[in-house]
């Protein structure tokens, strides 16, 4: 299977719906760090049943839903969805016709999740068992991360054996083993608790028969006691009646008192109202004084505010006219040294235009001068130009041929190394081809020889390849023969432990038997019951069955003394009945019948076999018992005369001595017990005979095991030996593949190298040639070379001096021009500074004028200013009147409230001590009306209770 869909939903950091394809072939993801290359791997392991929350990076698994962001709101869903592809091979189960199929899982915030596939509800199990033995999963290899590899190399045995089971497909059936091996566990565990629960009724059964005893006791006690529970109560309920009377009289004496002292206290609350209404009066009359004080204090603060503040602007407007003043000053003497300074860069400014003229005239001559020497400079120079130009030529060809005297001595020389280097190179690859010729015929021989080993190899591998496949076929019939005797063994064995403790436990037993077996069973006085000592063959077990009935279960005591015991035993504890038989009987004895009608018939005692010492038990109930082919033959018998015993038939049909018969089918459990007990023998024999076989089967598994490993053991050396004389071989092979190569090779490289050194004689001839005409070449141009340098060094000389007068005339010129540039620049600044000049007194002018305009509106302001401190200074002196009165008409207000207020207080004490002793008498009123109610309802309930009860 391939993936080729992912779509991602809420899922860590992808909140919004994400779809991945994957095409054929590699696909990578690539991004910077922090962008989720990461979370696509987790929610493809997710998707697989990941559980563990440290494999998805998180503390809990609510961490893989997305949890909002800055730019985000956090969701409350999760969801991925896993398209596979079948790609060519088909998907495990019920899924292996279709092409994809689609795994998704969704959970959601303080929810579990939810698988699907195909969009199909499943369970967590149903996905883990789609990829078991695919070698995909959540914990599987198929997802390697970071450091992963070192991981599965250092693991130990049982982790790496998990890594290659899934590999191999193993694990679904390993994981289904598991379960199964825990349901049976988990049923043998139920299985054990039911016993445990049953034998813990079982004993219970007796403790609840005794409660049930006391139970009925106890009822008996009880109406009795019920009884006298009624005479009581009726004597209760007329005391209780009695002394409700007398509560109901105090009641009404408490409810008179109370009557009296609530019109006393209505009256006092009246006046207290009253004084109350005149002290909100008063109040109502200090809290407008009070208001009217608050609004004078005001007013004389903000006064005194004002004329603070108006001093404080008076002396402000002084400061700021006298630092005017200051000011107006010091700019009329500024304004004079501007005007000064003016007129002097005027003056400056004339004088350096006068002299800009001059050096203009000078430049102008100058630069005609400097013109015809640069005239008579370029025809000299181009004059010296083209002699270096021929000069160069020269010299070229004269490095070339220096160069190529240069190469041809070198390529001389090589001539002679590389002619000594191919003689040998020849010499060595002769050398080298007689060697390969020796080795070529040894390998030849080696090669042959070991290739008819190899076929002998061959056959016997094939001969014990044949014996361990006959091995493991005889093997794997002989496990099949184990496997069926095992189960085999395993049934009967279960089938005789089911026995075992079903004989252990006496259950086909009456109850009687049963305990006396289980409590009194001393082996000295109680040697079991009948049928533990009797041997019966098969096909007489209905008969004696039939015969005997109860009589199996009687008990063989010792003597007659210990079963009277027995019966004692039961009759003290009630634990039912029990049958007796001692070892000595006396009478009875079995009987020689000779008449000619019973010759049909044989003794049944004949067909049993009965230890000696419990003989005369036997002839005691089997000995007037004769058994016959058929019940027809036993009726003729019987109608004869001269025999009073019991006929049987073999299918345990009777005819009592008295001609009473029983038959027809079936049996009720106690003729299971001879069946049981010859089972219970055959059980154990064949338990042993299986035993036996299953050893020896084992023995001869254990042989052939060893016969298998020891063929296989050496099948694999002839394998290994063949495989190393394979490998042998084949370098062998390669070896004179590589060798003929090689020979092959040098034959070849030894004639081209021949062909080489005819080249090498050839080319030297030619060069040596060369070199004698390119060495009369450099004679000639040396000559030419030695003329041309003279010719160039007459031209140098004039040149340089026609060099040195340009540049002093030059040089004249550009100090003049700095000089020019400088006037011009100074000029110009001077100029700039006039005008700023200019600027500066025109706004030193309007400042003066603003100045002036400022000093008269602080003497305006002055003036106002002193008037208005005058007019408040008046006002304030007035409020300070009407403060004072003021004052003194609260204080006498306030002294006639705190009168009123003492003579309040004293009223609501009255009115409190009154309520006090009007509280008194209606508590100790309802204390006597609840008494009486109490008593009542505990009369009625005494007496509800006896009638109930009776």
Same mark, same amino acid.
């Given at each position: 299977?391939?993936?080729?869909?992912?779509?991602?939903?809420?899922?860590?950091?992808?909140?919004?719906?994400?779809?991945?394809?994957?095409?054929?072939g590699?696909?990578?993801?690539?991004?910077?760090?922090?962008?989720?290359?990461?979370?696509?791997?987790?929610?493809?392991?997710?998707?697989?049943?990941? #559980?563990?929350?440290?494999a998805?990076?998180?503390?809990?698994?609510?961490?893989?839903?997305?949890?909002?962001?800055?730019?985000?709101a956090?969701?409350?869903?999760?969801?991925?969805?896993?398209?596979?592809?079948?790609?060519?091979?088909?998907?495990?189960?019920?899924?292996g016709?279709?092409?994809?199929?689609?795994?998704?899982?969704?959970?959601?915030l303080?929810?579990?999740?939810?698988?699907?596939?195909?969009?199909?509800?499943?369970?967590?199990?149903?996905?883990?068992?789609?990829?078991?033995?695919?070698?995909?999963?959540?914990?599987?290899?198929?997802?390697?991360?970071?450091?992963?590899?070192?991981?599965?190399?250092?693991?130990?045995?049982?982790?790496?054996?998990?890594f290659?089971?899934?590999?191999?497909?193993?694990?679904?059936?390993?994981?289904?083993?598991?379960?199964?091996?825990?349901?049976?566990?988990?049923?043998?565990?139920?299985?054990?608790?039911?016993?445990?629960?049953?034998?813990?009724?079982?004993?219970? @059964?007796?403790?609840?028969?005794?409660?049930?005893?006391?139970?009925?006791?106890?009822?008996?006690?009880?109406?009795?006691?019920?009884?006298?529970?009624l005479?009581?109560?009726?004597?209760?309920?007329?005391?209780?009646?009695?002394?409700?009377?007398?509560?109901?009289?105090?009641?009404?004496?408490?409810?008179?008192?109370?009557?009296?002292?609530?019109?006393?206290?209505?009256?006092?609350?009246?006046?207290?109202?009253?004084?109350?209404?005149?002290?909100?009066?008063?109040?109502?009359?200090?809290?407008?004084?009070?208001?009217?004080?608050?609004?004078?204090?005001?007013?004389?603060?903000?006064?005194?505010?004002?004329?603070?503040?108006?001093?404080?602007?008076?002396?402000e407007?002084?400061?700021?006219? #006298?630092?005017?003043q200051?000011?107006?000053?010091?700019?009329?003497?500024?304004?004079?040294?501007?005007? +000064?300074?003016?007129?002097?860069?005027?003056?400056?400014?004339?004088?350096?235009?006068?002299?800009?003229?001059?050096?203009?005239?000078?430049?102008?001559?100058?630069?005609?001068?400097?013109?015809?020497?640069?005239?008579?400079?370029?025809?000299?120079?181009?004059?010296?130009?083209?002699?270096?130009?021929?000069?160069i030529?020269?010299? #070229?060809?004269?490095?070339?041929?220096?160069?190529?005297?240069?190469?041809?001595n070198?390529?001389?020389?090589?001539?002679?190394?590389?002619?000594?280097?191919?003689?040998?190179?020849?010499e060595?690859?002769?050398?080298? +081809?007689?060697?390969?010729t020796?080795?070529?015929?040894?390998?030849?021989?080696?090669?042959?020889a070991?290739?008819?080993?190899?076929?002998?190899?061959?056959?016997?591998?094939?001969?014990?390849?044949?014996?361990?496949?006959?091995a493991?076929?005889?093997?794997?019939?002989?496990?099949?023969?184990?496997m069926?005797?095992?189960?085999?063994?395993?049934?009967?064995?279960?089938?005789?432990?089911?026995l075992?403790?079903?004989?252990?436990?006496?259950?086909?037993?009456?109850?009687?038997?049963?305990?006396?077996?289980?409590?009194?069973?001393?082996?000295?006085?109680?040697?079991?019951?009948?049928a533990?000592?009797?041997?019966?063959?098969?096909?007489?077990?209905?008969?004696?069955?039939?015969?005997?009935?109860?009589?199996?279960?009687?008990?063989?005591?010792?003597?007659?003394?210990?079963?009277?015991? %027995?019966?004692?035993?039961?009759?003290?504890?009630?634990?039912?009945?029990?049958? +007796?038989?001692?070892?000595?009987?006396?009478?009875?004895?079995?009987?020689?019948?000779?008449?000619?009608?019973?010759?049909?018939?044989?003794? @049944?005692?004949?067909?049993?076999?009965?230890?000696?010492?419990?003989?005369q038990?036997?002839?005691?109930?089997?000995g007037?018992?004769?058994?016959?082919?058929?019940i027809?033959?036993?009726?003729?018998?019987?109608?004869?005369n001269?025999?009073?015993?019991?006929?049987?038939?073999?299918?345990g049909?009777?005819?009592?001595?008295?001609?009473v018969?029983?038959?027809?089918?079936?049996?009720?459990?106690?003729?299971?017990?001879?069946?049981?007990?010859?089972?219970?023998?055959?059980?154990?024999?064949?338990?042993?005979?299986?035993?036996?076989?299953?050893?020896?089967?084992?023995?001869?598994?254990?042989?052939?095991?060893?016969?298998?490993?020891?063929?296989?053991?050496? @099948?694999?050396?002839?394998?290994?030996?063949?495989?190393?004389?394979?490998?042998?071989?084949?370098?062998?092979?390669?070896?004179?593949?590589?060798?003929?190569?090689?020979?092959?090779?040098l034959?070849?490289?030894?004639?081209?190298?021949?062909?080489?050194?005819?080249?090498?004689?050839t080319?030297?001839?030619?060069?040596?040639?060369?070199?004698?005409?390119?060495?009369?070449?450099?004679?000639?141009?040396?000559?030419?070379e030695?003329?041309?340098?003279?010719?160039?060094?007459? +031209?140098?000389?004039?040149?340089?001096?026609?060099?040195?007068?340009?540049?002093?005339?030059?040089?004249?010129?550009?100090?003049?021009?700095?000089?020019?540039?400088?006037?011009?620049?100074?000029?110009?600044?001077?100029?700039r500074?006039?005008?700023?000049?200019?600027?500066?007194?025109?706004?030193?002018?309007?400042?003066?004028?603003?100045?002036?305009?400022?000093?008269?509106?602080?003497?305006?302001?002055?003036?106002?200013?002193?008037?208005?401190?005058?007019?408040?200074?008046?006002?304030?002196?007035?409020?300070?009147?009407?403060?004072?009165?003021?004052?003194?008409?609260?204080?006498?207000?306030?002294?006639?409230? %705190?009168?009123?207020?003492?003579?309040?207080?004293?009223?609501?004490?009255?009115?409190?001590?009154?309520?006090?002793?009007?509280d008194?008498?209606?508590?100790?009123?309802?204390?006597?009306?609840?008494?009486?109610?109490c008593?009542?309802?505990?009369?009625?309930?005494v007496?509800?209770?006896?009638?109930?009860?009776?």
């Amino acid at each position: 299977m391939k993936l080729k869909r992912l779509e991602i939903s809420g899922f860590k950091s992808f909140r919004d719906k994400t779809v991945i394809d994957f095409s054929q072939g590699v696909n990578a993801i690539v991004g910077p760090n922090g962008c989720g290359k990461s979370n696509v791997v987790d929610a493809i392991r997710w998707v697989m049943g990941e #559980q563990r929350v440290k494999a998805l990076r998180g503390k809990k698994m609510d961490d893989v839903i997305f949890n909002g962001s800055e730019d985000a709101a956090p969701v409350s869903m999760a969801e991925v969805v896993m398209t596979l592809s079948s790609g060519g091979s088909s998907f495990p189960g019920v899924y292996g016709e279709l092409t994809e199929v689609s795994i998704s899982r969704r959970a959601i915030l303080d929810d579990e999740s939810e698988y699907c596939i195909n969009r199909v509800p499943c369970r967590l199990l149903d996905i883990k068992e789609f990829f078991m033995g695919t070698g995909v999963g959540a914990r599987t290899y198929s997802l390697v991360e970071q450091g992963s590899v070192a991981t599965m190399v250092e693991a130990k045995p049982e982790d790496r054996r998990l890594f290659i089971e899934d590999a191999a497909g193993v694990s679904k059936y390993k994981s289904r083993k598991d379960a199964a091996v825990r349901k049976m566990e988990a049923t043998r565990q139920n299985i054990l608790r039911l016993n445990d629960i049953h034998k813990e009724v079982k004993s219970q @059964l007796n403790a609840i028969a005794r409660q049930a005893k006391k139970a009925e006791q106890y009822k008996e006690i009880k109406l009795r006691i019920k009884d006298t529970e009624l005479i009581l109560a009726k004597q209760d309920f007329a005391k209780l009646a009695d002394k409700s009377d007398a509560l109901q009289e105090s009641r009404a004496h408490f409810t008179g008192q109370s009557e009296s002292i609530r019109a006393q206290l209505e009256a006092k609350e009246s006046a207290l109202e009253e004084m109350k209404a005149k002290l909100m009066e008063n109040d109502e009359q200090i809290s407008r004084r009070q208001t009217e004080l608050y609004e004078i204090k005001n007013s004389i603060t903000i006064k005194e505010k004002n004329i603070e503040f108006s001093r404080r602007r008076i002396t402000e407007a002084t400061e700021r006219k #006298q630092k005017n003043q200051s000011e107006i000053d010091l700019m009329e003497h500024k304004k004079s040294s501007l005007a +000064f300074e003016m007129d002097n860069l005027q003056k400056k400014a004339e004088e350096a235009m006068n002299r800009m003229t001059q050096l203009q005239n000078e430049l102008d001559t100058g630069q005609k001068e400097v013109e015809g020497l640069l005239e008579n400079d370029r025809e000299i120079n181009s004059r010296l130009e083209e002699h270096k130009i021929r000069y160069i030529d020269v010299m #070229q060809d004269l490095a070339k041929f220096n160069n190529i005297i240069t190469t041809l001595n070198k390529n001389l020389e090589d001539f002679k190394k590389r002619e000594e280097r191919e003689n040998r190179e020849i010499e060595q690859d002769k050398n080298r +081809f007689d060697e390969l010729t020796v080795k070529l015929q040894s390998l030849s021989t080696v090669l042959a020889a070991e290739e008819e080993e190899i076929r002998k190899l061959t056959g016997q591998k094939e001969v014990i390849a044949d014996e361990l496949q006959k091995a493991r076929s005889d093997l794997q019939v002989l496990e099949e023969r184990i496997m069926q005797t095992k189960e085999e063994a395993g049934g009967k064995s279960s089938r005789l432990q089911s026995l075992g403790e079903f004989q252990a436990a006496f259950k086909w037993s009456s109850d009687g038997v049963k305990k006396v077996i289980e409590t009194q069973g001393d082996q000295d006085r109680f040697y079991g019951v009948v049928a533990d000592h009797i041997n019966v063959p098969r096909e007489y077990e209905s008969a004696v069955e039939a015969v005997l009935g109860d009589k199996l279960q009687y008990v063989v005591v010792k003597s007659q003394e210990e079963g009277l015991r %027995a019966i004692d035993y039961l009759k003290n504890y009630q634990l039912g009945r029990g049958s +007796f038989v001692p070892v000595e009987l006396r009478g009875n004895h079995a009987e020689t019948y000779s008449a000619e009608h019973l010759e049909e018939a044989e003794p @049944l005692r004949n067909k049993v076999v009965v230890q000696e010492e419990f003989q005369q038990i036997a002839d005691c109930l089997l000995g007037d018992v004769l058994l016959t082919p058929s019940i027809t033959t036993g009726i003729n018998l019987w109608k004869k005369n001269g025999f009073r015993g019991t006929l049987v038939t073999p299918e345990g049909d009777t005819i009592s001595p008295n001609g009473v018969l029983t038959g027809g089918s079936g049996a009720a459990v106690e003729k299971s017990l001879l069946a049981t007990k010859r089972e219970i023998a055959e059980l154990e024999t064949d338990v042993r005979r299986l035993s036996k076989e299953l050893d020896d089967q084992i023995q001869e598994k254990k042989k052939l095991v060893s016969s298998i490993a020891s063929w296989d053991e050496e @099948l694999t050396e002839l394998k290994n030996r063949t495989h190393r004389l394979d490998i042998d071989i084949n370098g062998r092979k390669k070896d004179l593949e590589r060798f003929e190569d090689e020979s092959e090779r040098l034959k070849q490289r030894i004639a081209v190298l021949e062909y080489n050194r005819q080249n090498i004689k050839t080319e030297e001839a030619q060069a040596a040639q060369k070199l004698l005409e390119i060495k009369e070449n450099v004679l000639l141009k040396e000559t030419a070379e030695k003329e041309l340098n003279e010719i160039i060094s007459v +031209f140098n000389n004039r040149r340089q001096q026609s060099r040195s007068a340009i540049d002093a005339q030059e040089r004249s010129l550009t100090e003049k021009k700095v000089l020019l540039a400088s006037l011009v620049e100074k000029k110009e600044a001077d100029l700039r500074t006039v005008v700023r000049l200019q600027h500066d007194i025109g706004l030193n002018d309007s400042e003066v004028s603003r100045k002036k305009e400022e000093i008269t509106a602080c003497e305006t302001q002055m003036t106002d200013l002193a008037s208005a401190v005058e007019a408040e200074q008046e006002m304030l002196q007035s409020l300070y009147g009407k403060l004072a009165s003021c004052e003194a008409v609260l204080t006498e207000m306030k002294e006639k409230r %705190a009168a009123e207020d003492e003579r309040v207080k004293a009223q609501e004490n009255e009115i409190r001590d009154i309520k006090r002793n009007l509280d008194d008498l209606q508590r100790r009123s309802e204390s006597a009306g609840a008494q009486r109610i109490c008593r009542t309802r505990s009369a009625k309930s005494v007496f509800d209770d006896a009638a109930c009860r009776s």
